[in-house]
């Protein structure tokens, strides 16, 4: 190599991660929260390069969508524009990262090779719980004609895996924000939820338009007992509609028999987890919501992104598996394994008896007092799971520890 091309410093001090928007907010949430922790907690300099900032600004209001580089809580924000451009050695990150198997430009690649040593080359792999994911995890894929080899880093819930995404203050914040039941009414008063709403069965909704939710409003308004429903602007916009009567922008509300439902702004991602934490039950969806459920140790209700030929049905039930599966054999009792769990989360998904098909309306009111009845034990298999969970240590923390080791192989 020639003395002009700049030599790495070790241990890695910067990180390209490289974001491609699908659609929603899991892609960037993911990276957005990545990226904030490789900065704040383990001082790597983070670019990270999104090709779509108006879903970034979405759950990071900070975000300008006009601009071409910007900082953000300390991490570089790279508009990637394109496929194009022309990259030098010395601009490559000591570790870069494609997320999801986004393709980077072929002119970043190519510098990559020009580097001495070679960049640390991650795919970050989306979340299942999927037994083949162990025996991919930090496989080698040599590049076809390059000097360089991409390396696959999957999260997941044992320690096979890469882990899942966890900033090490998040257990005290929880705690901290839980404890402090003033704080807790100021943060869902802004809201409109009244002072008789906060000590109802307090319920945040996030999931897919195919979710059967109209079906289950229209148990809970018939419920013994009062509940609140918290739903972000945007979210099952026709059921709410159709429950509320008008347009479900944030600040309408209405109740019906038992049933308050509340209209949320889309709340900037740093406030996400709060709601979570504040209600006593939570409907997430997709990868990052679902995983900030698991930390919030509340019972939880998980809609799966939907792929074609039921793809996705394979991945919830493998997931159950573990979540209950595992809970259950922890206990001495096996009568903890609560069946309204698995059924709730399989009608949720149109995965109950035939696939495809969704829960009657008699159904669900059959199902929801049991399931309310197995709340106490749902949320100690909740509480169970996420101990278990931080045994897998964090994916931040793993990934960089992956990457030094083969930097130092390396060398
Ligand atoms: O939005 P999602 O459905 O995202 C994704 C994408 O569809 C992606 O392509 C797919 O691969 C993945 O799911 C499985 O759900 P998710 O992953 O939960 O991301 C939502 C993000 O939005 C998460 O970071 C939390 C955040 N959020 C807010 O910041 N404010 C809110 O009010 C809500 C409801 C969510």
């Not at 300008?64 to 570089?76: H, R």
């Not at 890469?162 to 924000?177: M, V």
Request: aromatic share 10%; net charge negative; hydrophobic share 40%.
């Amino acid at each position: 190599m020639s003395s002009e091309i700049p030599s790495k410093k070790h241990p890695a001090t910067t990180l390209a991660l490289f974001c491609k928007v699908v659609d929603n907010y899991g892609d960037i949430g993911i990276c957005w929260r990545f990226a904030k922790q490789l900065e704040h907690e383990h001082g790597i300099h983070v670019t990270l390069w999104v090709d779509d900032l108006r879903s970034f600004q979405r759950i990071c209001p900070e975000v300008a969508i006009d601009f071409d580089q910007q900082k953000i809580a300390n991490v570089t924000v790279q508009h990637w524009r394109d496929q194009d451009g022309v990259f030098v050695a010395d601009e490559i990150s000591d570790i870069v990262i494609e997320f999801f198997a986004c393709d980077i430009p072929p002119a970043y690649i190519a510098a990559m090779a020009e580097c001495n040593p070679h960049p640390v080359w991650l795919n970050l792999e989306g979340l299942t719980a999927e037994e083949w994911v162990e025996g991919c995890h930090t496989l080698p894929s040599p590049h076809p004609r390059l000097p360089l080899t991409k390396y696959f880093f999957f999260p997941g819930f044992t320690d096979k895996t890469g882990g899942l995404l966890l900033e090490s203050n998040l257990e005290q914040q929880r705690q901290e924000f839980q404890s402090d039941q003033t704080g807790m009414a100021v943060f869902l008063a802004q809201f409109g939820v009244t002072e008789s709403e906060m000590s109802s069965l307090k319920v945040s909704l996030f999931c897919y338009p195919q979710a059967p939710v109209s079906a289950l409003l229209n148990t809970w308004q018939q419920s013994d007992n009062a509940m609140t429903c918290l739903v972000p602007e945007g979210v099952a916009a026709d059921a709410i509609a159709a429950f509320i009567g008008q347009e479900p922008k944030a600040g309408a509300s209405s109740t019906r028999g038992a049933l308050t439902v509340r209209v949320l702004p889309f709340i900037p991602q740093a406030d996400y987890d709060k709601l979570l934490w504040a209600c006593d039950l939570n409907f997430v969806r997709g990868e990052d919501s679902f995983v900030r459920a698991q930390w919030a140790g509340k019972p939880f209700i998980w809609h799966i992104y939907p792929q074609d030929e039921n793809l996705h049905h394979v991945k919830l039930k493998a997931f159950l598996q573990r979540y209950v599966g595992t809970a259950a054999e922890a206990e001495t009792n096996a009568e903890t394994k609560a069946e309204s769990l698995i059924e709730f989360f399989l009608a949720w998904n149109g995965a109950a008896k035939t696939e495809n098909s969704h829960l009657p309306a008699s159904s669900w009111e059959n199902l929801w007092p049991r399931f309310q009845a197995d709340m106490p034990k749902i949320a100690e298999i909740s509480n169970h799971w996420r101990q278990q969970l931080l045994e897998n240590g964090d994916l931040s923390t793993n990934l960089l520890k992956f990457a030094k080791a083969i930097q130092q192989a390396a060398v």
